[in-house]
């Protein structure tokens, strides 16, 4: 189909290009009938990969493709993206010469007739509202009507598009996604992965066409799993059954030493009971008494053994009363004697001293982001603006010094 592909600078200037309208659509939102975003599925994955970095803040991305009007419609077609490597982005970030060579060097040795259609900002807690310093660094880089802006919250995966129309960066409800083999897009993100070899964001996304091929997609990582859980269960019953031989050996050590002072105890009184029999039977026999023994007088009664609690609980009376009262005394004053409790109130001045923290603010930091950074979360964000007093989220400077809860 003969379609009229118009520039971003001038709408005046058209020309005739054989635009292959997409069949396979998908629509994200509510879409403008007037003004419509097209982008390829390779480049929305590629965009979404490149979200899932961990070892940067931020990523910046060169949107490319064509500005088409089909019946009075006017289309912009987004079919390839490039990573900008090394920079940064700032509020007054300014594209060199370098970084503009960079660009076009790229596309000529990647990608055919195409034209930078807008740029992308990736970044974890990135705020999705357009403000006064994104505005600026949009006109200063990358001017023309319909130049598009794409802002992507890695943390919450949302995405938003904006259109440079009337001086102003004017949000779009939503967008379609349509898929292609898109070759031109597949090569460079090969390219982008041989040179990462160890980096998950370059994988070329797979599109599993049946329920069947996502199941077995997941299947090697439940077995994976499997063989995890195996190893820990494995791990865990193994360090337990040491621990219950170190109990037991424990246990039988000291219930052998019970026997062994009981045993002795046994001995020492069955000693002490057959040398009084003996001398019992001695003098009642009526013989001779040898020279320097003592008579032995018999009670009527029968003998009891001592146990070995009643044993213990003698010798401990004994060694009670030997010990001197004041000695006593003094020991029990001693057991009473304790060192004075801190009061509830010091507790609290101690523990506010130690965990009250504070964070200094870096350049380009949001509340959102530093919300993200220190605690994972954007709800965080409501509660640095409510400790330090803030009525803007974003009116923060860097150096500021901010009270964490």
Avoid at 155 to 181: A, C, H, M, S
Avoid at 203 to 214: D, M, N
Avoid at 323 to 352: D, F, G, L
Wanted: hydrophobic residues 35%.
């Amino acid at each position: 189909m003969i379609e009229s592909v118009y520039s971003s600078q001038t709408h005046g200037s058209t020309s005739s290009v054989l635009v292959k309208i997409p069949k396979n659509v998908r629509q994200v939102g509510q879409v403008n009938d007037a003004k419509k975003i097209y982008v390829e599925d390779y480049v929305m994955s590629f965009i979404k990969k490149l979200g899932m970095r961990k070892e940067s803040s931020s990523e910046l991305v060169v949107l490319l493709g064509q500005f088409v009007k089909i019946n009075n419609c006017q289309c912009i077609f987004v079919s390839g993206a490039i990573e900008l490597k090394g920079v940064i982005y700032e509020d007054n970030l300014v594209f060199t010469n370098e970084i503009w060579t960079n660009i076009y060097e790229t596309i000529k040795q990647y990608f055919t007739n195409v034209e930078i259609v807008g740029w992308s900002i990736i970044r974890a807690g990135l705020p999705l509202n357009v403000d006064e310093r994104v505005r600026k660094v949009h006109v200063d880089n990358f001017a023309g009507q319909d130049k598009t802006l794409l802002l992507y919250d890695s943390l919450e995966r949302e995405e938003v598009f904006y259109v440079f129309e009337e001086n102003k960066l004017k949000k779009q409800d939503g967008y379609y996604i349509y898929y292609d083999r898109n070759a031109e897009m597949q090569n460079y993100i090969i390219t982008l992965r041989e040179e990462h070899e160890t980096a998950k964001p370059y994988s070329i996304p797979r599109r599993p066409k049946t329920v069947e091929a996502v199941e077995s997609a997941k299947q090697p990582k439940k077995e994976v799993l499997t063989k995890k859980r195996s190893a820990l269960v494995y791990g865990i019953g193994a360090m337990a059954a040491v621990v219950v031989l170190v109990f037991s050996a424990s246990i039988l050590s000291q219930n052998d030493m019970k026997l062994n002072q009981k045993a002795k105890t046994q001995d020492v009184l069955s000693e002490n009971v057959k040398s009084g029999a003996e001398g019992k039977s001695v003098q009642s026999g009526g013989g001779s008494e040898e020279q320097g023994s003592l008579p032995v007088e018999t009670a009527p009664g029968m003998l009891s053994v001592v146990t070995d609690s009643e044993n213990d609980d003698t010798l401990t009376e004994k060694k009670v009363s030997k010990e001197s009262p004041e000695k006593n005394k003094k020991q029990v004053t001693k057991k009473q004697e304790s060192k004075p409790k801190k009061t509830k109130k010091e507790k609290a001045a101690k523990s506010a001293s130690t965990t009250q923290k504070y964070y200094t603010v870096k350049k380009g930091d949001t509340l959102s982001s530093i919300a993200v950074k220190l605690y994972h979360a954007k709800s965080y964000t409501n509660k640095l603006k409510e400790i330090n007093n803030l009525e803007d989220s974003d009116d923060i400077k860097a150096g500021q010094k901010l009270l964490l809860p």
